[in-house]
């Protein structure tokens, strides 16, 4: 069974599109996240959601836009795509941050984005 | 601020060598440390933590103290198989709820 699953694990799209990366946890964890890891695997935070509710927003482009429809999905829709969009991006979920075991992250497999 | 400093990649070794990949950190308070693995077109998966100083985490052979006096976690496993290819990542969380700050990832390479 998967744990945290991404759509789609590739995506190739023209700049100025727009375009959406859907995510999906089945651990009953309360918390996603989103990263982008750039070309030379650098991994940076870019949103986190706790049932929910927005709980750390990094100095994304807000070209990009988290939407959680309930604590088990936390999706990602980037608008007008620019070559420098070009990374893969990981979701990752966690138990609440609160309690134990909280700090550990499961991660998804990742889609690479591709913009020409 | 935080931060999470690795060395540089990529590291090439031959099987069954003996592995050490440095890991320093700065942070406030007393942070949480993580080795997180990253195989060939895959997620990150946890390797191994520690949440406190003098704390060993240890999982598949892999290894890591938690030193408080140096500011370090680095990674060793006695011998290394060629399966261990992958990009190995330190991270920091500073506190309870707070954020998951990488190093810049450690490419891995072992040959036959």
């Known amino acids: 069974d998967t744990a945290v699953s991404q759509t789609p694990k590739y995506l190739v799209t023209q700049m100025g599109n727009d375009k959406s990366i859907k995510c999906e946890q089945n651990?009953?964890?309360?918390?996603m996240y989103w990263y982008k890891q750039d070309s030379k695997k650098f991994l940076k935070i870019m949103f986190s959601y706790n049932n929910k509710e927005l709980i750390i927003n990094e100095t994304v482009p807000n070209r990009f836009s988290p939407k959680s429809p309930d604590k088990a999905h936390l999706n990602l829709h980037i608008n007008s795509l620019e070559l420098g969009d070009s990374a893969v991006y990981f979701c990752?979920?966690?138990?609440?941050?609160?309690?134990?075991?909280?700090?550990?992250?499961?991660f998804g497999p990742g889609t690479r984005l591709t913009v020409l | 601020g935080n931060s999470v400093t690795q060395m540089e990649g990529p590291v090439t070794l031959s099987e069954e060598a003996f592995l050490t990949i440095n890991c320093t950190y700065t942070a406030t308070g007393y942070p949480s440390l993580f080795w997180y693995v990253q195989y060939p077109g895959e997620g990150l998966q946890l390797l191994l933590k520690?949440?406190?100083?003098?704390d060993k985490g240890s999982n598949k052979g892999f290894e890591a103290t938690y030193r408080k006096e140096t500011t370090s976690f680095h990674l060793e496993k006695g011998s290394v198989q060629v399966s261990d290819s992958a990009v190995y990542f330190c991270?920091?969380?500073?506190?309870?709820?707070?954020?998951?700050?990488f190093g810049q990832g450690t490419e891995l390479s072992v040959k036959p």
């Open positions: 520690a949440t406190k100083a003098d």
């Open positions: 990752a979920s966690s138990q609440d941050p609160g309690l134990a075991g909280g700090d550990a992250r499961i």
């Open positions: 991270a920091l969380m500073s506190n309870q709820g707070g954020k998951l700050i």
């Open positions: 651990l009953g964890h309360d918390t």
